[in-house]
């Protein structure tokens, strides 16, 4: 399997160094662009993939990821669109819609529009993707084999794959604000800032690893924790009184806004 990157971005690095490191793609079966030639080489380089234009890893590629600033995504459409027929082409460009890309690509293409998180990095991301793909059902099987390795691959309707975004795509900063919160508090009450930071990432994780593989409610395994009159309940209670939910419900609705 070959993929070219059209603009190796941090969020397109995230993707490469992913499928390399957890998607069993060969470093050498990646080739990206850039604008930045010296930029570019340097951070193929780094990752071991190939460097070259746009028009090379286009063609030289059976899954072409589009990984420019929607802004751009015209001028790529331009450039490379007569090279993309018949490959696997994966946007990554937030808002611009498959129905947009029909309008500026030539037919016969076949794209999906998704959203990834950085989680990608270490094989545990979510790429939601709108499900008005153009996608044969082989290409489909075989995008979600490729990324399936990196992420949970999740199929939303077009009005809804914005608000996946941010869920799954926004929220990491949450979460890392919420490690960074927790860690404070122990260092407030004397524990070193390290084990602090190994001990709330990991509870982190294993917290939603619970969840996913048990398939309890959350709610459920936080009543499960809170003995009658116990300590975690009076931290929930605390937590409650200080508008932990609505902190979070507000903060998606203002980057909906
Ligand atoms: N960052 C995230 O967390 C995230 C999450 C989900 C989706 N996305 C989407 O991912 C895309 C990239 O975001 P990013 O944060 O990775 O941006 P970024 O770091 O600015 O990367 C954009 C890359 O595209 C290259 N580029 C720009 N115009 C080009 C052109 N005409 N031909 C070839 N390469 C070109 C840039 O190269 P030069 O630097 O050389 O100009 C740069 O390497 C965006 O559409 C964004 O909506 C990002």
Partial sequence: MKIGIIGLGSMSS??????????????ENITASARNRARLESKCSELGIKAGTSAEAAESSD??????????VEAVAREIGHLLPDKITVSIAYGVSHERYMEILPEGCNVICTVPNTPV??????FVCSNDHSLTKEQFDVFKDVFGRISLVELLSPELLDLGGIVAGSTPAFM???IEALSDAAVLHGMPRDTSYRLVEKMMEGTAAYAMESGTHPAALKDGVCSPGGATIKGVASLEESGMRGAFIKAIAAIMK
Avoid: C
């Fill in 176 to 178: 890392d604000m919420v």
């Fill in 63 to 72: 899954i072409v990821i589009i990984g420019v600033i929607p802004g751009q």
């Fill in 121 to 126: 990095e270490v094989g545990k991301g979510v």
């Fill in 14 to 27: 995230a993707i490469a160094k992913g499928l390399i490191a957890h998607g069993g793609i060969a470093p």
